[in-house]
C-alpha cells in the first residue's frame, strides 16, 4: 500500500484531488488493524507505541550514550537504537557525553567514565546484574543502565526496552536485577539430519550442512531473543545423540554458532553420547574407569576447548530409554558424570548430568526410579556436575506433583528440566500457557528443611548452600516464520527465559508483559489475552487428564487419546499401567498399600499425598485407586466429577475462541486469524480427548453421565481406530 501511494504521487505530482485521495488512503490505513505480522519478531516487535502511550516518552530517549567498542556493546547500543526508534518514532542520537535531560546512559565504569560514581552500587550484582535508575549525569536528568560487564549492561538495555515496550513511566526509576540462577540453558533435541524430536515447529534452525560458513541470520535473532530473557547457554543437539556431534566436522560447526551467540552471552553445549569412545574413538569400551577411556575424553575436551575456547559442557542422558551409560560397565551414574567433570574441569566446563532414568528391567513402579537410582549418590558427585530433573517423576505430563530427588539430594544442585515443546499438551495447535505449570512446580514445597522449602529454593541453591545452579528448557524452536509453531507458543519460550532468570517471579506478570509486547499495550487486548493463558493449562489438564490422570496419550507419537494403549514392549510404556482402571475403579496406588512412591517424598508431604483426605484433588488419581462412587468436595461422586472435569476444560477452550474473537480488528488479522484457526483445532482435539476418555472409562464405571452431560457421538470401537503414522515428532 505504501509502494503504491509513493508511485502514485510520482507519476501525477500536481493532478488536483490527489491530495484528498491520499487523505482517504491515509485515514483507510489507520482505520486499519496493525500491519499483518508473522511472528518472527517474537516479542521484540518495537513498533511504534500509540500515541497516549508515547506521550510520556517525549523527552526521554533523545539521546544515547553507550559505547560500542567490544562486540557485545555493539549488541546493546544497536538493540537500543533498533527498539528505540521502532518504539518511539524516532532514531535516538547517539553522543558521547548526554547533552540534553533524557538521555539513556548505558555501560559499565570501565566503558563509561561518567558511570564511576556508580561503583560502589554495582557491588552484589555480580557478571550478568545491573541497575537501572533516573539520575544525574552530567548535570543532566538521564535514565542509566549500569553494570559490572558489557553482559550486564546488555541485559539491562533489554530490560530497558521492555520497561518501553510495555508503557512502564521512565521517570523515578530505581531497579537492581541479577539472574537467581547461573545456568540458564535451551536443551534442543535437534538431531544433525535437521529432524527436532518433539518438535513442532518444523525442521532444526540449525542448518549443520551449511555451517559453519553460512551464518543465517536467524542465529542472530535467536540469541537477541534469549539474552532478552537472560538464557545465557544452549545445548545444540538432542540428548539421543549421534557422536558424531564430537568430531573435528561437527565442532567446527558448533563454533561458528558460538561466534554468533558470544556477544550475546550465550556459551554453546553439547549432547555427549556415552559410547562415543567406541563409535568415534576406536576404543573397544566406554568403562569410565578405564584408563584410556578417561584419556579420551581429556583429549576430546581439549580438543573442543581449543575449538570453542568457552564451550559450557556436556549433557548427558545415560542408561534411559536405550542409551548408552556407566551402568553398562557396571558402574554408577556418579562415575560417569565424574569422568566426564573431570576432563571438562581444567577448563572449566560442567556437566548436567540427567536423572530422566529408568533401566531395561521394569521397575514396580516408574516414578521411583530416579530416586532409587540417585539417591545413593549423593555427595559423590564432582563440584562441576549438575544433575538435571525434570519437573516431575514421570514425564513432563500435563500435569505432575514435584519430583521426589526435590529436597532429597542436598550434597547435589540440581538442576529444573522443564519441557517448552509441549509433547504432551497438543503440541503447537493448543493454546497452553505453561507459566502457571512452571510456577506450581517451582512453588511447591518439599518440606525437605521444614516448611518452605521450595524446589526454586533448591533450584535457585539458596536451600541447600550450592552456587552451581540451573535450568533447562526443552526448547519449541523451529524453521517456521513464528518460531515456535504457534504465536502462543512463543509465550512459553520468554516465561521459561524469565523464570529461569528469577525461578520465584509470578506466571501471571510475565504473561502481561509478554501478551504487552507480543500483541499491543491496549489494556483491552492485554487483559483478555492474559486471562485465556493463566487458565489454559488448568483447561488442558481437564481435557486431557484430570484429577491426577497421566500418560494417556496415543503411542509413540503422543497424540491424541490412547487411554486403551496396552501391550508391547514393556507396561510402563502403556497407558493402562498409569491408569488401572477396573470395575472398582480408577487410579495407581502410590501409598504404602501400593508402590509406596509416596514414601520418596519427605514425611510431612508423603503423608498428606498419601492419604485419601488430604491429598490434593488435582493428585488423587496419581497416588490412589479409588472408587467411582468415592465422594468428592463437591459431594459428587469421583465418575460424575471426571466427566464434568472433561467438559469444564472442553468449555474453557471454548471460551477462549470467544474472547478471542472479540479482539478482531484489535490484533493484527494475519496472526489473529492463525490463533482462531488454531483455537478451532485445539476445541476438535479437546472434544476428541474428552469423548474418547470417557467412552473408554465408562466401559469400566458402567454407569451413567451426569445430567447434562452430552454422549461421546462416536462408540469407543472409531476412536480405538484413529492411527496417524505422520504425526510430528515422533522419537526416531
Ligand atoms: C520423553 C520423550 C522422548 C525423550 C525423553 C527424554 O518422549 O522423546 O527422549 O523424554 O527426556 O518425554 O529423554
Given at each position: 500500500?505504501?509502494?503504491?501511494?509513493?508511485?502514485?504521487?510520482?507519476?501525477?505530482?500536481?493532478?488536483?484531488?490527489?491530495?484528498?485521495?491520499?487523505?482517504?488512503?491515509?485515514?483507510?490505513?489507520?482505520?486499519?488493524?496493525?500491519?499483518?505480522?508473522?511472528?518472527?519478531?517474537?516479542?521484540?516487535?518495537?513498533?511504534?507505541?500509540?500515541?497516549?502511550?508515547?506521550?510520556?516518552?517525549?523527552?526521554?530517549?533523545?539521546?544515547?550514550?553507550?559505547?560500542?567498542?567490544?562486540?557485545?556493546?555493539?549488541?546493546?547500543?544497536?538493540?537500543?537504537?533498533?527498539?528505540?526508534?521502532?518504539?518511539?518514532?524516532?532514531?535516538?542520537?547517539?553522543?558521547?557525553?548526554?547533552?540534553?535531560?533524557?538521555?539513556i546512559v548505558v555501560g559499565t565504569p570501565a566503558s563509561l567514565p561518567q558511570l564511576a560514581a556508580l561503583q560502589g552500587e554495582l557491588e552484589g550484582l555480580g557478571e550478568e546484574g545491573y541497575l537501572i535508575r533516573s539520575t544525574r549525569i552530567d548535570g543532566r536528568a538521564a535514565t542509566v543502565v549500569a553494570a559490572n560487564t558489557?553482559?550486564?549492561?546488555?541485559?539491562?538495555?533489554?530490560?530497558?526496552?521492555?520497561?518501553?515496550?510495555?508503557?512502564?513511566?521512565?521517570?523515578?526509576?530505581?531497579?537492581?536485577?541479577?539472574?537467581?540462577?547461573?545456568?540458564?540453558?535451551?536443551?534442543?533435541?535437534?538431531?544433525?539430519?535437521?529432524?527436532?524430536?518433539?518438535?513442532?515447529?518444523?525442521?532444526?534452525?540449525?542448518?549443520?550442512?551449511?555451517?559453519?560458513?553460512?551464518?543465517?541470520?536467524?542465529?542472530?535473532?535467536?540469541?537477541?531473543?534469549?539474552?532478552?530473557?537472560?538464557?545465557?547457554?544452549?545445548?545444540?543437539?538432542?540428548?539421543?545423540?549421534?557422536?558424531?556431534?564430537?568430531?573435528?566436522?561437527?565442532?567446527?560447526?558448533?563454533?561458528?554458532?558460538?561466534?554468533?551467540?558470544?556477544?550475546?552471552?550465550?556459551?554453546?553445549?553439547?549432547?555427549?553420547?556415552?559410547?562415543?569412545?567406541?563409535?568415534?574413538?576406536?576404543?573397544?569400551?566406554?568403562?569410565?574407569?578405564?584408563?584410556?577411556?578417561?584419556?579420551?575424553?581429556?583429549?576430546?575436551?581439549?580438543?573442543?576447548?581449543?575449538?570453542?575456547?568457552?564451550?559450557?559442557?556436556?549433557?548427558?542422558?545415560?542408561?534411559?530409554?536405550?542409551?548408552?551409560?556407566?551402568?553398562?560397565?557396571?558402574?554408577?551414574?556418579?562415575?560417569?558424570?565424574?569422568?566426564?567433570?573431570?576432563?571438562?574441569?581444567?577448563?572449566g566446563g560442567i556437566v548436567m548430568w540427567r536423572a530422566f532414568v529408568y533401566s531395561h528391567e521394569e521397575p514396580d513402579d516408574r516414578h521411583k526410579q530416579a530416586y532409587n537410582e540417585f539417591v545413593p549418590h549423593d555427595g559423590r558427585f564432582a563440584d562441576n556436575v549438575l544433575v538435571q530433573v525434570k519437573n516431575g517423576a514421570i514425564d513432563f505430563q500435563p500435569r505432575e506433583p514435584f519430583h521426589p530427588l526435590f529436597g532429597a539430594m542436598p550434597r547435589t544442585p540440581l538442576m529444573m528440566e522443564f519441557q517448552i515443546t509441549k509433547e504432551y499438551l497438543g503440541f503447537a495447535t493448543h493454546l497452553v500457557y505453561l507459566g502457571p505449570l512452571y510456577e506450581e512446580a517451582l512453588r511447591a514445597d518439599t518440606h525437605a528443611r521444614g516448611p518452605g522449602s521450595t524446589v526454586a529454593k533448591i533450584v535457585d541453591g539458596s536451600l541447600e548452600g550450592h552456587a552451581l545452579t540451573g535450568m533447562a528448557g526443552v526448547a519449541n524452536i523451529g524453521v517456521d516464520r513464528n518460531w515456535s509453531g504457534s504465536h502462543f507458543d512463543q509465550a512459553n519460550w520468554y516465561v521459561f527465559g524469565r523464570m529461569a532468570w528469577d525461578p520465584h517471579a509470578g506466571a501471571e506478570d510475565i504473561a502481561r508483559d509478554w501478551a504487552r509486547m507480543t500483541f499491543s499495550t491496549d489494556p483491552a487486548v492485554v487483559e483478555p489475552v492474559v486471562s485465556m493463558m493463566m487458565g489454559s493449562h488448568q483447561a488442558v489438564v481437564d481435557y486431557m487428564t484430570p484429577l491426577g490422570l497421566h500418560h494417556l496419550m496415543g503411542r509413540g507419537h503422543h497424540y491424541g487419546p490412547g487411554p486403551w494403549v496396552e501391550g508391547g514392549p514393556r507396561a510402563d510404556w502403556t497407558s493402562v499401567y498409569y491408569h488401572r482402571a477396573d470395575a472398582r475403579g480408577i487410579g495407581f496406588d502410590r501409598t504404602a498399600s501400593g508402590s509406596n512412591a509416596v514414601g520418596q517424598y519427605a514425611p510431612p508431604v508423603a503423608a498428606q499425598f498419601g492419604n485419601l483426605d488430604t491429598v490434593p484433588e488435582e493428585f488423587l488419581l496419581w497416588f490412589h485407586h479409588v472408587p467411582w462412587d468415592h465422594r468428592m468436595a463437591s459431594g459428587r461422586s469421583l465418575w460424575d466429577e471426571l466427566v464434568l472435569r472433561y467438559d469444564r476444560g472442553v468449555d474453557y477452550v471454548r471460551g477462549m475462541r470467544r474472547t478471542w474473537a472479540a479482539l478482531e480488528g484489535k490484533v493484527d488479522t494475519e496472526r489473529h486469524h492463525q490463533v482462531a484457526v488454531f483455537l478451532g483445532i485445539q476445541e476438535k482435539e479437546a472434544k476428541w480427548w474428552r469423548d474418547a476418555s470417557i467412552a473408554y472409562f465408562q466401559t469400566f464405571s458402567q454407569r451413567p453421565l451426569p445430567e447434562g452431560a452430552a454422549p461421546p457421538p462416536h462408540g469407543l470401537e472409531y476412536y480405538k481406530s484413529l492411527q496417524f503414522p505422520y504425526a510430528p515428532g515422533d522419537g526416531k
Amino acid at each position: 500500500m505504501i509502494s503504491i501511494a509513493r508511485s502514485a504521487s510520482a507519476k501525477h505530482p500536481a493532478r488536483p484531488g490527489l491530495l484528498g485521495l491520499l487523505a482517504l488512503l491515509l485515514t483507510w490505513l489507520l482505520a486499519l488493524p496493525a500491519a499483518a505480522e508473522d511472528g518472527y519478531d517474537l516479542w521484540l516487535r518495537y513498533r511504534p507505541l500509540p500515541a497516549p502511550v508515547l506521550k510520556q516518552y517525549r523527552d526521554q530517549g533523545t539521546q544515547l550514550v553507550a559505547p560500542a567498542d567490544t562486540a557485545t556493546q555493539r549488541a546493546a547500543r544497536d538493540e537500543l537504537v533498533r527498539g528505540l526508534s521502532g518504539l518511539l518514532g524516532r532514531a535516538p542520537a547517539l553522543a558521547a557525553q548526554a547533552r540534553r535531560d533524557g538521555a539513556i546512559v548505558v555501560g559499565t565504569p570501565a566503558s563509561l567514565p561518567q558511570l564511576a560514581a556508580l561503583q560502589g552500587e554495582l557491588e552484589g550484582l555480580g557478571e550478568e546484574g545491573y541497575l537501572i535508575r533516573s539520575t544525574r549525569i552530567d548535570g543532566r536528568a538521564a535514565t542509566v543502565v549500569a553494570a559490572n560487564t558489557d553482559m550486564g549492561a546488555l541485559y539491562g538495555s533489554f530490560h530497558l526496552l521492555r520497561l518501553v515496550q510495555t508503557g512502564q513511566p521512565l521517570a523515578g526509576l530505581d531497579l537492581r536485577e541479577a539472574p537467581k540462577v547461573k545456568v540458564r540453558v535451551l536443551n534442543h533435541w535437534d538431531n544433525l539430519d535437521r529432524y527436532v524430536e518433539r518438535g513442532y515447529a518444523g525442521e532444526s534452525i540449525w542448518d549443520w550442512h551449511k555451517l559453519p560458513d553460512w551464518l543465517d541470520p536467524r542465529y542472530t535473532d535467536y540469541a537477541r531473543a534469549n539474552a532478552s530473557v537472560g538464557i545465557n547457554g544452549t545445548v545444540l543437539n538432542n540428548v539421543n545423540t549421534s557422536a558424531l556431534a564430537l568430531t573435528p566436522m561437527y565442532l567446527e560447526k558448533a563454533a561458528a554458532l558460538a561466534s554468533v551467540f558470544r556477544p550475546y552471552g550465550i556459551k554453546v553445549y553439547l549432547s555427549a553420547r556415552f559410547s562415543a569412545p567406541i563409535e568415534i574413538g576406536g576404543l573397544a569400551t566406554a568403562d569410565p574407569l578405564d584408563p584410556a577411556v578417561r584419556q579420551w575424553w581429556k583429549d576430546k575436551a581439549d580438543e573442543i576447548y581449543r575449538t570453542i575456547p568457552d564451550f559450557g559442557g556436556f549433557l548427558v542422558k545415560a542408561n534411559s530409554e536405550g542409551q548408552p551409560g556407566p551402568q553398562d560397565y557396571g558402574r554408577s551414574h556418579a562415575d560417569g558424570a565424574n569422568m566426564l567433570a573431570e576432563a571438562l574441569a581444567p577448563h572449566g566446563g560442567i556437566v548436567m548430568w540427567r536423572a530422566f532414568v529408568y533401566s531395561h528391567e521394569e521397575p514396580d513402579d516408574r516414578h521411583k526410579q530416579a530416586y532409587n537410582e540417585f539417591v545413593p549418590h549423593d555427595g559423590r558427585f564432582a563440584d562441576n556436575v549438575l544433575v538435571q530433573v525434570k519437573n516431575g517423576a514421570i514425564d513432563f505430563q500435563p500435569r505432575e506433583p514435584f519430583h521426589p530427588l526435590f529436597g532429597a539430594m542436598p550434597r547435589t544442585p540440581l538442576m529444573m528440566e522443564f519441557q517448552i515443546t509441549k509433547e504432551y499438551l497438543g503440541f503447537a495447535t493448543h493454546l497452553v500457557y505453561l507459566g502457571p505449570l512452571y510456577e506450581e512446580a517451582l512453588r511447591a514445597d518439599t518440606h525437605a528443611r521444614g516448611p518452605g522449602s521450595t524446589v526454586a529454593k533448591i533450584v535457585d541453591g539458596s536451600l541447600e548452600g550450592h552456587a552451581l545452579t540451573g535450568m533447562a528448557g526443552v526448547a519449541n524452536i523451529g524453521v517456521d516464520r513464528n518460531w515456535s509453531g504457534s504465536h502462543f507458543d512463543q509465550a512459553n519460550w520468554y516465561v521459561f527465559g524469565r523464570m529461569a532468570w528469577d525461578p520465584h517471579a509470578g506466571a501471571e506478570d510475565i504473561a502481561r508483559d509478554w501478551a504487552r509486547m507480543t500483541f499491543s499495550t491496549d489494556p483491552a487486548v492485554v487483559e483478555p489475552v492474559v486471562s485465556m493463558m493463566m487458565g489454559s493449562h488448568q483447561a488442558v489438564v481437564d481435557y486431557m487428564t484430570p484429577l491426577g490422570l497421566h500418560h494417556l496419550m496415543g503411542r509413540g507419537h503422543h497424540y491424541g487419546p490412547g487411554p486403551w494403549v496396552e501391550g508391547g514392549p514393556r507396561a510402563d510404556w502403556t497407558s493402562v499401567y498409569y491408569h488401572r482402571a477396573d470395575a472398582r475403579g480408577i487410579g495407581f496406588d502410590r501409598t504404602a498399600s501400593g508402590s509406596n512412591a509416596v514414601g520418596q517424598y519427605a514425611p510431612p508431604v508423603a503423608a498428606q499425598f498419601g492419604n485419601l483426605d488430604t491429598v490434593p484433588e488435582e493428585f488423587l488419581l496419581w497416588f490412589h485407586h479409588v472408587p467411582w462412587d468415592h465422594r468428592m468436595a463437591s459431594g459428587r461422586s469421583l465418575w460424575d466429577e471426571l466427566v464434568l472435569r472433561y467438559d469444564r476444560g472442553v468449555d474453557y477452550v471454548r471460551g477462549m475462541r470467544r474472547t478471542w474473537a472479540a479482539l478482531e480488528g484489535k490484533v493484527d488479522t494475519e496472526r489473529h486469524h492463525q490463533v482462531a484457526v488454531f483455537l478451532g483445532i485445539q476445541e476438535k482435539e479437546a472434544k476428541w480427548w474428552r469423548d474418547a476418555s470417557i467412552a473408554y472409562f465408562q466401559t469400566f464405571s458402567q454407569r451413567p453421565l451426569p445430567e447434562g452431560a452430552a454422549p461421546p457421538p462416536h462408540g469407543l470401537e472409531y476412536y480405538k481406530s484413529l492411527q496417524f503414522p505422520y504425526a510430528p515428532g515422533d522419537g526416531k
